[in-house]
């Protein structure tokens, strides 16, 4: 097991477009989150899925945000329409279910936006 | 509304010298506590957590970790630091209702030679 990858590892954008970012989390784990990162922050809960449900979304994420998770395999992380303020380190991590699981981090996708 | 807070954004302590980073939270019900560590240019680890049972939790690398409820913290210590143990460090709270983990802003740890 390689553990969890995500890519691209960086992405430059003009603002208004469309971006989408793949997660491919452990292979057993049946958790899968997603966190974003700004500098001098801790990661900031976005969505997280139990195999393919999404449980719990951010009251933070905007519309324009969407995550999906078919089959409870790999997420991605969809975000429309750009803005300056995207611009951060989008995480992704996968846990075995439950809180009292610790979660496992891929390396993230770092999005500029121009 | 949980919350995590880590009161040092930087720690610095001589190699060979025991270290402790900070970290207090505010969960409801019975907290489950995580410690990860990100070192330049590569995701956050997983050190070590605490559930129940033992106050004091060993981690990876000789870490470990207090867990103190009625001052609601969860410390991060070592008793002899190491020039490689430099790099940014994240206390993490969740519980069993919440299902996710709720993050402080982390500290910088650098050890000098």
């Known amino acids: 097991d390689t553990g969890v990858s995500q890519n691209p590892r960086h992405k430059i954008t003009k603002r208004g477009q469309n971006v989408t970012f793949r997660c491919d989390p452990i292979s057993e784990h049946n958790r899968l989150y997603w966190y974003r990162q700004t500098l001098g922050q801790g990661p900031e809960f976005l969505t997280y899925f139990q195999n393919e449900a999404q449980l719990e979304k951010s009251r933070l994420l905007s519309d324009r945000f969407s995550a999906e998770r078919p089959k409870g395999s790999f997420s991605t992380l969809e975000i429309q329409r750009t803005e300056q303020g995207d611009s951060a380190m989008y995480l992704c991590a996968s846990s075995s279910a439950g809180g009292a699981s610790e979660q496992y981090f891929g390396p993230g996708t770092r999005l500029t936006v121009t | 509304a949980q919350s995590v807070a880590q009161p040092e954004d930087q720690v610095k302590v001589a190699e060979g010298n025991p270290l402790t980073v900070k970290c207090t939270y505010s969960v409801s019900g019975n907290p489950y506590l995580f410690w990860y560590v990100q070192y330049p240019n590569r995701g956050l680890q997983f050190l070590l957590k605490?559930?129940?049972?033992?106050?004091l939790v060993k981690g990876s690398y000789g870490f470990e970790a207090e867990f103190n409820k009625s001052q609601t913290s969860f410390h991060l210590k070592k008793p002899s630091a190491l020039v490689s143990d430099s790099a940014l460090y994240f206390c993490?709270?969740?519980?069993?209702?919440?299902?996710?983990?709720?993050f402080g802003d982390g500290t910088t740890l650098t050890v000098k030679p």
């Open positions: 993490a709270a969740d519980n069993t209702n919440a299902g996710k983990s709720t």
């Open positions: 605490y559930i129940t049972g033992d106050n």
